[in-house]
């Protein structure tokens, strides 16, 4: 088995944080949907990205790339005139957004249609799109009896009214205000239940008026969507992603401090959150054209809720079990339908490292200590649990065993190189059978 030895030294200096796989996902969706050639700079070919390049190229579009810089493409994308999704299977590996983003586009005009995945993926909750289907009278079949995947459906999305849940994942209001432009009139989104996750449909809003899609939303309740329109091609870069930034921010909180390029202040990721909950829980952060600098130190715990940033709870986690007291996270609960059950792993690999993490139904209550120890724990294969094991690293006394470490392609394919080349210590090990 593959293992990671990972010991305890700090990264810092100066890191570019990759690209937002949030705005690449929607970004290369805009380009394959437009009429006419776009380029989108700044691409990071990690897995879920790849996956939606191949989904795109499935329905009809055409994609080259072209490096950049190591690990850094531009993606010249000519969009599917025809968008033909007839007969064909496409395949959303592991990515969630892929999947969640991509049915409602083939349900345009879908005809044996079939979507398969991988790991995970078949586990995630599907149903907003079940009840669509039945309403629009879409039939479906799922292969694979207690599973969402494979899925295999034919028909057409005609406008109308489409009811969905905003606590399941905000990816299914995504999905439908990518492909209900498209159709012949107009049509309404009612979410009738709270929405969250909300920054993912700002940046998803943002995205679609540059691709000049026009939607208009009544406090995130009811958005109304006229038909007929057209994504219109254009030049496009991908910012930082605030996301993997937060595990390079509070890697520098807990050593040497460290400063995080390409992270624009304005941007619609809700995952900038880190830099207030940094804050409120006492760390220091300065703000400086575009870059975060964080300056090591002591902080405290609180009472955090992620209903609208969940993906920063692994790497929250580390940085409250070396706080002073009690953190409290909340709202958490579409977390058990991650790549992991996150809450449940965070718990597990933080409690073998010396760490006092109670879970809840939809959080941690976490107990912060002085320092963590060493120890032999697992990825689950999820990419943030895999990071915020290194991130862990930093305050351990011991060295920590991670196995299955290649889970960070996923999401940053070149995690454990940067993490070297910026001063932590992660080498490959075989642990055998």
């Known amino acids: 088995m593959k293992a990671q030895k990972i010991i305890s030294q700090t990264p810092g200096g100066c890191i570019v944080i990759p690209p937002s796989k949030s705005v690449s996902h929607r970004m290369v969706m805009g380009a394959a949907l437009a009429e006419g050639t776009s380029t989108v700079r700044n691409v990071q070919l990690s897995e879920d990205i790849r996956a939606t390049c191949q989904a795109m190229e499935a329905l009809g579009a055409v994609i080259t790339m072209e490096e950049e810089e190591p690990h850094r493409v531009t993606l010249t994308i000519t ?65 694979a009896e207690g599973k969402t995947l494979p899925l295999r459906f034919s028909g057409q999305l005609y406008p109308g009214v489409f ?62 969507i006229s038909g007929n329109q057209h994504f219109r091609a254009g030049d496009f870069r991908v910012e930082g992603d605030y996301s993997q930034a937060a595990f390079w921010l509070v890697a520098g909180i807990l050593g040497k401090g460290l400063t995080a390029l390409d992270l ?66 909340v709202g958490g609960e579409r977390l058990r339908y991650k790549e992991s059950d996150r809450l449940s792993a965070v ?20 107990i912060g200590v002085e320092k963590l120890h060493g120890g032999q724990v697992d990825s689950f294969n999820d990419h943030r649990i895999a990071m915020a094991t290194a991130v862990a690293s930093v305050a351990c006394d011991g060295d920590i065993i991670l196995t299955r470490p290649d889970c960070v392609k996923k999401s940053y394919p070149e995690f454990w190189e940067v993490w070297n080349e910026k001063g932590g210590a992660a080498s490959g090990i075989d642990l055998g059978k």
């Open 79 to 143: 969009g599917a005139s025809e968008r033909n999704a007839v007969g064909k299977t496409f395949d959303c590996n592991e990515s969630g957004s892929t999947l969640r983003f991509l049915i409602p586009l083939l349900a345009l005009k879908a005809q044996d249609t079939r979507v398969v995945g991988k790991g995970r993926l078949a586990e995630r909750p599907l149903e907003p799109y079940f009840e669509m289907f039945n309403a629009q009278g879409i039939p479906y079949v799922l292969e």
């Open 347 to 366: 718990r597990e690999v933080l409690n073998t490292l010396g760490a006092q993490v109670t879970e809840t139904p939809d959080g941690l209550i976490i």
């Open 264 to 329: 624009p202040q304005d941007s619609c990721q809700g995952d900038r959150a880190i830099l207030n909950i940094i804050t409120q829980m006492g760390g220091q952060i300065t703000r400086r054209d575009g870059s975060v600098i964080v300056t090591p130190g002591a902080t405290r715990g609180a009472t955090i809720d992620v209903a609208q940033c969940p993906d920063l709870v692994p790497v929250l986690a580390v940085l409250a079990a070396l706080s002073e007291g009690e953190t409290r996270i």
């Open 163 to 224: 009811k969905v849940r905003g606590d399941i994942s905000s990816q299914f209001i995504t999905g439908l205000l990518y492909a209900l432009p498209l159709l012949p009139g107009e049509s309404t989104v009612e979410v009738t239940t709270p929405l969250e996750s909300i920054p993912y449909v700002d940046i998803t809003l943002e995205v679609l008026k540059r691709f000049g899609i026009t939607i208009q939303h009544e406090d995130y309740q009811r958005f109304t």
